[in-house]
């Protein structure tokens, strides 16, 4: 089954999630099961109400619950909407999409009828859609990567798509990707993010994303991009190609200083996570902070121009 971009509106990820509530409408028995020695009933009791109004930490905890411990296969369909609304929405910014994606393995997903996997499908990539065309946005897209190949099994097709994708937001999300795994391409190491799984051949999804990372549609798409655009991200962007086409062959103090970039652009990306946790070089004197994305991309640029302002370290 090919998983490719769908291309829409702004309001095609709400209208996706919106559906979910439509097709999937599986019940709850009366009582599910769950564990006594770490719960009580009012736990199982919460779980019944509206699935709609579920509280976010309510969800966030079933999400970690779901099936192993917490109720069956079948009564996972029934919060299958609101863990992808919160999951996809940031509405529970605790709520890592991995865990819910992971159930749906679990629970055999690719065995539901055709018109819950096709909702589901809608959901996720429209979320990967939204995610690429937002940088440096509020999600980490190594982590809905990972969450996708957890589901999917497979990302050939959305990689495909992703080196094939002009907008210069998904271009820098390719290019932060390199900068971020590139001591890891360099020294042939897995991710240091403990919660890679398994592609459907067997093969690390780790291994599997930076083996496609070093192909020549993702080198040709930053050479692209370089091309494309100001003088601010061009080296950028070309170092990042240099990297792709040969990361062996990259100096270390290069390889650095692409890493160093990609912190620049995570701490970014916590900022707009976290409203009020915005840097000091983008603060406005007298009145609340608007920053504008191309506010964000010249802080990005004016950081990437200062070396060793964030120093080496081991992601979690």
Known sequence: ????????EDTELEAA????????????????????HCDDAS???ALHGPVRGLAPDLVEKYAWDAI??????????HF???????????????????????????AGWSTWPTREQDAVIRVLVAFWDRALADHPGRVDVEDVLLGLASAFGDLTSLQEAWAADERLSARRHLRDLVFRLAPSLAHGLPSSNPWWVRMADGVPADLALQAWLQTVPVHDALVAAAEATGAAERDGFELAARIALDPTGVDEASLDVGHERWLAVERLQRDLAAPGRLP???????G?????????????????ARPGTWRWRRRR
């Open 43 to 45: 736990y199982e009791a």
């Open 288 to 304: 609340p902070v608007r920053r504008s994305r191309t506010t964000v991309e010249e802080t990005a640029a004016a950081r990437w």
């Open 68 to 77: 192993h411990h917490t109720g069956n296969e079948d009564d996972f369909r």
């Open 280 to 286: 000091a070089d983008v603060q406005q004197a007298g």
């Open 17 to 36: 999630v919106e559906a979910l509530y439509d097709v999937f409408v599986q019940p709850l028995p009366d009582v599910m099961g769950y564990c006594d």
């Open 1 to 8: 089954m090919a998983y490719r971009r769908r291309v829409g």
């Open 80 to 106: 299958v909407p609101r863990l992808l609304e919160l999951g996809t929405t940031a509405q529970a910014p605790l709520l890592d999409l991995a865990v819910p994606l992971g159930c749906l393995t679990q």
